[in-house]
């Protein structure tokens, strides 16, 4: 029987991996799961209660605790019965989520929760996936796009308001921060998997993105292409 189809999205924030691998996975039918929500759930948690990072067994306590209170699905994460995604995307709880990325036992609670809902086949977006969570997905991607690109990107994510609050330039250097926090980790650095194929998004539409990694697919005999025309 064949294996279900698991394609592994990973890159730096504002390469694009998240519009990327959810373009993809509507056009095959297959569920999305963008493990980034799952770190910042917990930085958001961690957050709201003021809890020191700092205490690591205090904290690995209250984090088994927030995980029983959640759940993450394609559509992104429940808190309390509550869709509590847009809450979580800020660069804010961006930042606090790449500090609890970095404890190994933040990472090791959340592993085995995202192989689990990858059995079934999916599109997952991360910075780990094709390494460390999805080793081996038939296919990974890495997406990146030069800083500059990427920094506009993200502050044009931005509410207007939020906008007026930070320059471009100071969105650029937050990017550079956590890009730099994200592949100095010892633990599942940021960083491409030896047989990924990588894509460079700067001069690129995101439909182009998407092209090229149908494409790929089809050349693996993964998929019929005409299907997705
Ligand atoms: O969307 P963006 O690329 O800004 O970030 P994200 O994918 O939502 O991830 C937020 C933070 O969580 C990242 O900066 C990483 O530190 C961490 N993360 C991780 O360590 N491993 C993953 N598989 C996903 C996210």
Known sequence: MKRPLQIAVDGPAGSGKGTAASMLGKVLKLPVLDTGLLYRFVAWRAMESRVDLNNTDAF???VSLALKTMSWRTEGVFFD???CTSLLRG???GAVASK???MPAVREALLQM???LAIQGCVMDGRDIGTVVLPEAQVKFFLTASLRERGRRRWLQLTPLAQRKQSLEQM???VALRDQRDSERTLAPLKQAEDAIVI?????RQDEV????LRVLKRRDLIELDEYR
Do not use: N, P
């Open 60 to 62: 690995l306590s209250f």
């Open 81 to 83: 019965g509550k869709d």
């Open 91 to 93: 660069e804010d709880v």
């Open 100 to 102: 609890v990325a970095s």
């Open 114 to 116: 995202q192989q689990t």
């Open 172 to 174: 650029i250097k937050e």
């Open 200 to 204: 460079d998004s700067t001069t690129l």
């Open 210 to 213: 998407v092209d090229r990694m």
